[in-house]
């Protein structure tokens, strides 16, 4: 849609002043927030404030359906995006204050909808060292079960539109 994207992730950082440093100078950060990364997630909002003070935060993401208040709580958010958000990210990037804080987005009508996503842009963990310890591109234990888990966008047109649905 002709927005300009950069992709970022704490996973290719292994200290805060990293991931400081590479806010610097955005407008606009976009976080999809898990429950497990939501400390990581609450740390990344203060830092983006701090280097870019008139910069709004979009978040959206499993934690945001199902632990609203816990994000709602974070003064550093501007908008949180409860359900999918495919439908309405274009238009809330290209004009936040039109939107209220909580949006409830609308899923697609059909996975035709949906472009083709290029995995091989998911970022990866920082080092080698990491790669090891760390269970990517599954994800450690975050208290629904032993690690490590997975966890999948279904398809937003299956009738119970859930947002985690397996563990390993």
């Not at 495919?86 to 804080?101: A, G, Q, T």
Request: overall charge neutral; proline content about 10%.
């Amino acid at each position: 849609n002709g927005i300009p994207t950069d992709v970022f992730s704490t996973r290719a950082a292994t200290k805060w002043d990293q991931v400081q440093k590479a806010m610097q100078g955005y407008e606009i950060l976009i976080m999809n927030v898990r429950s497990y990364t939501f400390p990581v997630a609450y740390k990344s909002a203060k830092l983006f404030k701090q280097v870019n003070p008139s910069g709004i935060i979009l978040t959206g993401g499993m934690h945001a359906t199902v632990a609203l208040d816990e994000m709602e709580a974070i003064p550093e958010i501007d908008h949180i995006c409860q359900g999918p958000g495919e439908n309405v990210i274009v238009d809330l990037v290209k004009d936040p204050k039109s939107f209220p804080r909580v949006i409830i987005g609308q899923p697609s009508k059909s996975m035709a909808d949906w472009p083709m996503i290029d995995r091989t842009l998911w970022p990866k963990p920082a080092s080698k060292k990491l790669e090891k310890s760390f269970p990517w591109p599954l994800e450690p234990e975050c208290g629904w079960g032993p690690g490590p888990v997975v966890t999948l966008l279904t398809s937003r047109v299956c009738p119970w539109q859930c947002v985690f649905c397996n563990e390993n």
